[in-house]
């Protein structure tokens, strides 16, 4: 999908989501925006923990199916993926090993294992990365629960290297994934 077609990304992936019987409850937890790296669809965290439970490292049963979801809309494509994991400046009270850089790391993890298992092509993610509370939604708010998410970008695909060089502009719909 190049940049110019990220918009129609976006459209279907809702669509989908819409499909989903429990979408209402989660329309307001799931944000789609195209922005300089692609398409970053993120999934914002309640108080309740609709996508991880608080201090659980595996998915809720519905963030398995709005990850699933995508998984297989995504595994369509043949842009790669990043996969973020960020969570709020509340220290992470689990064993004194683990802070909230492992906590984000290991969930963005969790997510890239799911959606391998439930539609992305083998390779497709090509990074995943954990921010722990270095890159707050809601700065003003650094406990804020949709600080705490998961964070999936769909890459552009650029043109081959000399593609632009040889004579065409390209949108970069024909250019070969990583």
């Known amino acids: 999908i190049s940049k110019d077609d990220m918009g129609k990304l976006r459209d279907e992936l809702q669509k989908a989501m819409q499909r989903m019987p429990e979408f209402?409850?989660?329309?307001?937890?799931?944000?789609?925006?195209?922005?300089?790296?692609?398409?970053?669809?993120?999934?914002?965290?309640?108080?309740?923990?609709?996508?991880?439970?608080?201090g659980n490292l595996q998915p809720s049963q519905s963030g398995e199916?709005?990850?699933?979801?995508?998984?297989?809309?995504?595994?369509?494509?043949?842009?790669?993926?990043?996969?973020?994991?960020?969570?709020?400046?509340?220290?992470f009270n689990g064993t004194g090993a683990y802070s909230n850089w492992?906590?984000?790391?290991?969930?963005?993890?969790?997510?890239?294992?799911?959606?391998?298992?439930?539609?992305?092509r083998p390779g497709q993610v090509v990074q995943v990365r954990g921010f722990a509370d270095r890159?707050?939604?809601?700065?003003?708010?650094?406990?804020?629960?949709?600080?705490?998410?998961?964070?999936?970008?769909?890459?552009?695909?650029?043109?081959?290297a000399g593609a632009e060089a040889s004579g065409g502009k390209g949108s970069g719909a024909g250019g070969v994934a990583g």
């Not at 329309?27 to 608080?54: H, N, P, Y």
């Not at 709005?66 to 220290?91: F, R, S, Y």
């Not at 492992?102 to 992305?120: D, T, V």
């Open 24 to 54: 209402k409850e989660l329309m307001d937890q799931v944000s789609m925006m195209v922005t300089g790296e692609g398409l970053r669809i993120e999934l914002l965290e309640t108080e309740k923990g609709l996508f991880f439970a608080s």
């Open 102 to 120: 492992e906590l984000s790391a290991y969930r963005a993890n969790a997510a890239r294992k799911l959606m391998e298992a439930s539609g992305l």
């Open 135 to 160: 890159r707050l939604r809601v700065a003003q708010d650094p406990s804020s629960a949709s600080n705490r998410r998961i964070s999936i970008i769909v890459q552009y695909i650029t043109p081959p």
């Open 65 to 91: 199916k709005v990850l699933t979801t995508i998984a297989k809309e995504l595994g369509k494509l043949p842009n790669d993926l990043l996969i973020e994991g960020h969570t709020d400046a509340k220290p």
